[in-house]
């Protein structure tokens, strides 16, 4: 019986058999030529590259045109970069898939356009705890200082760490400029004015009560968020800026006016 089962089986894999040492025998002969063995290399090459490239080629139809899109102000982009200090990304993603699931969970799915000025993009890949690319809006500041306190405060079972240390740090504004001229040279459309004002305004956007307050709205737009995030009076901490930046994620572009089909904005 296992003679017949073996019979077919070699019946069923002869035609590939002939295929594999046809090629196995065309390699063995081409790597005997170094010249034509490093002309197949390019080629192979070329292939994988050019299937790599192409779909740059239609980046402008992939990626919708918002042309209100906001910009993060100063302070939201220390945050950001406290978020990716702190490897908040490794355990949150920033990307809403195509999915049932995931869009009656988190809302609209992520657009391309979204993350357009996102140097470096935090999409991530890992999700211990949920996607933030829409939690803008869902909680109050003092929820989210009392959760990044101590999670288990608001959510009992939680398992993310406590980062009580950004309650007491200076956000370091310093060289916030230099930080956004940076940005700017990797094409996020920071204007002159934006760039001279940074620290300016980030000190603007816990105040707002303050004389400054309306230049940060004049460069950023009525949509700031000008609060005193973290409750305590003073220059903005640690706990401020990614609060700040945490409130705005999601909230850069109105994607309910994003229309994919075409890609463009009504
Ligand atoms: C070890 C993994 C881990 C790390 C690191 C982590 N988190 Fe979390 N996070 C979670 C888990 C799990 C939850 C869900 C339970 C909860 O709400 O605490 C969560 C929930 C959240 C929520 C609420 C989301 C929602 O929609 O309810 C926010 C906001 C958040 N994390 C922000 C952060 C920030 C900011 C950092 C970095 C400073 C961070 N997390 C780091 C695991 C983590």
């Given amino acids: 019986m296992w003679g017949k089962l073996n019979r077919i089986l070699e019946r069923l894999v002869a035609p590939f058999r002939a295929l ?18 490093a002309f197949a290399i390019i080629i192979a090459g070329g292939i ?5 490239i192409a779909p740059l080629f239609t980046i402008d139809e992939t990626v919708e ?8 102000t100063p302070l939201e982009q220390v945050g950001r970069d406290i978020y990716i200090r ?19 969970r988190w809302g609209p799915y992520s657009r391309a356009v979204e993350s357009q000025y996102d140097h ?15 939690v803008g809006g869902k909680y109050s500041d003092a929820w989210h200082v009392a959760h990044l306190y ?23 504004l310093d060289d916030l400029s230099a930080r956004l001229e940076t940005l700017r040279t990797v094409g996020v ?38 609060r005193n995030f973290d409750g305590q009076p003073g220059n903005p901490t640690e706990m401020d800026a990614i609060v700040a930046y945490l409130q705005i994620l999601g909230k850069l572009v109105d994607v309910e006016t994003l229309d994919t089909e075409s890609g463009q904005q009504e």
């Fill in 48 to 52: 994988g590259g050019a299937v790599e």
């Fill in 120 to 134: 470096p993009m935090l999409w991530g890949s890992k999700r211990t705890g949920p996607d933030l690319a829409r």
């Fill in 150 to 172: 101590y999670p288990r405060d608001v959510v009992a079972e939680s398992v993310m760490p406590a980062y009580r240390w950004l309650a007491r740090r200076n956000a370091d």
């Fill in 189 to 226: 459309p920071y204007t002159d004015a934006q760039i001279e004002n940074a620290v300016s305004d980030a000190l603007a956007q816990v105040n707002p009560d303050g004389a400054r307050a309306g230049g940060l709205i004049e460069r950023y737009g009525e949509a700031t968020n000008i």
């Fill in 86 to 104: 702190e490897g908040c990304y490794t355990c949150h993603s920033q990307m809403i898939r195509t999915l049932r699931d995931e869009v009656d």
């Fill in 20 to 37: 594999f040492h046809t090629i196995f025998r065309g390699h063995y002969r081409l790597e005997r030529y170094s010249l034509g063995l």
């Fill in 65 to 72: 045109e918002a042309p209100d899109m906001r910009l993060y």
